[in-house]
């Protein structure tokens, strides 16, 4: 089992960037993919991005290409989503997300409390 403790978000004008960060409790955190989800308002969680056990593999959803990019360090037990040129549709409640698998469509087992990004025009 892991725990996840989100950090990192905030207040952001369009054009401006942020890295949020997941710390991972437990020492099984190498064996588990990351992801990263987010909820915008009055819409259902959505995948942002994910990353296999050894980080080099990732995918992302199309509308953040290019401008996210998530890394981990699995000496520190951490997954970091960095976001730049942020735009007011990536406002939401970012979690990050763990388990053995993860896919646009399912996501892994484990759940972060989720960090706020607000991104104004």
């Known amino acids: 089992q892991v725990q996840l403790v989100e950090s990192g978000g905030g207040l952001v004008q369009a054009g401006g960037y942020l890295r949020l960060s997941c710390a991972a409790s437990?020492?099984?955190?190498?064996?588990?993919?990351m992801g990263w989800f987010r909820q915008a308002p009055g819409k259902e969680r959505e995948f942002v991005a994910a990353?296999?056990?050894?980080?080099?593999?990732?995918t992302y959803e199309d509308s953040v290409k290019g401008r996210f990019t998530i890394s981990r360090d699995n000496a520190k037990n951490t997954v970091d989503l960095q976001m730049n040129s942020l735009k007011p549709e990536d406002t939401a409640v970012y979690y990050c997300?763990?388990?053995?698998?993860?896919?646009?469509?399912?996501?892994?087992?484990?759940w972060g409390q989720g960090t706020q990004v607000t991104v104004s025009s």
């Open positions: 990353t296999s056990w050894s980080g080099i593999s990732t």
């Open positions: 437990g020492r099984t955190f190498v064996s588990y993919v």
């Open positions: 997300n763990a388990g053995g698998a993860i896919t646009r469509a399912t996501p892994g087992d484990y």
